[in-house]
């Protein structure tokens, strides 16, 4: 999933973080402009008051500079909703991602279009999914903790089902937002869940 993109992590480091958050804050400001076939290493050092001769040593291209946007959401202390049920849980974190897939300008929608153009993104964006979802996984900890789902529900895959609705309305389809699909998705992929839908396969020893 792509939560809401926060913003770069400060971290202590003097001059070297400061041009990497200036940097990083223009890529985002000219992608949400201009798009993936609008941005221009140029026009990032511009924006940013960086020499573009530093932009091209530290990030050679735009792909790396698109990799370091998306590796640096990772560096955040984002975490799941936690309401006290599964389904509320799940219909939170749907609201946050079709909240994210909507803003205006459109920055997290361009970052999953430009990774479908850029190798480097792509490698990214393949690390901020996992970790995104490594996350959430805690919602399903609760809930089978609570006793709304079965022991060793397959986390990963109900997560998968409740958010992919989402994400295929916004991104593939390209509809207008739905406000009642982040509950619906939520609603059906909780009770799928609580009659075992996502249960893990018995290992050997236990046939």
Same mark, same amino acid.
């Given at each position: 999933?792509?939560? @809401? ?21 223009? %890529? ?21 008051? %960086? ?17 370091? %946007? ?37 920055? %997290? ?91 893990? @396969? @018995? ?5």
């Amino acid at each position: 999933m792509t939560p @809401p993109t926060p913003p770069t992590r400060r971290r202590p480091g003097g001059r070297t973080a400061r041009i990497r958050t200036q940097v990083l804050d223009a %890529v985002r400001a000219e992608l949400g402009e201009h798009g993936y076939d609008g941005l221009t290493m140029d026009a990032v050092a511009a924006r940013a008051g %960086v020499h573009r001769a530093t932009v091209y040593r530290r990030w050679g291209d735009i792909g790396g500079l698109l990799a370091d %946007v998306l590796d640096a959401a990772g560096e955040d202390d984002w975490q799941p909703p936690d309401t006290g049920s599964l389904r509320g849980d799940l219909a939170a974190l749907n609201h946050e991602i079709q909240a994210a897939l909507t803003a205006q300008p459109p920055i %997290v929608a361009a970052l999953i279009a430009a990774s479908f153009r850029s190798e480097k993104a792509d490698r990214a964006q393949q690390r901020l999914w996992e970790d995104r979802y490594a996350r959430c996984e805690i919602i399903v900890g609760r809930a089978t903790r609570r006793g709304e789902l079965p022991p060793r529900t397959d986390a990963r895959r109900l997560l998968l089902a409740a958010t992919a609705p989402v994400y295929h309305q916004l991104v593939l389809l390209r509809m207008p937002p739905d406000p009642h699909l982040p509950d619906h998705a939520a609603r059906t992929a909780a009770l799928a869940a609580s009659i075992g839908a996502f249960a893990e @396969p @018995p290992s050997v020893g236990d046939a």
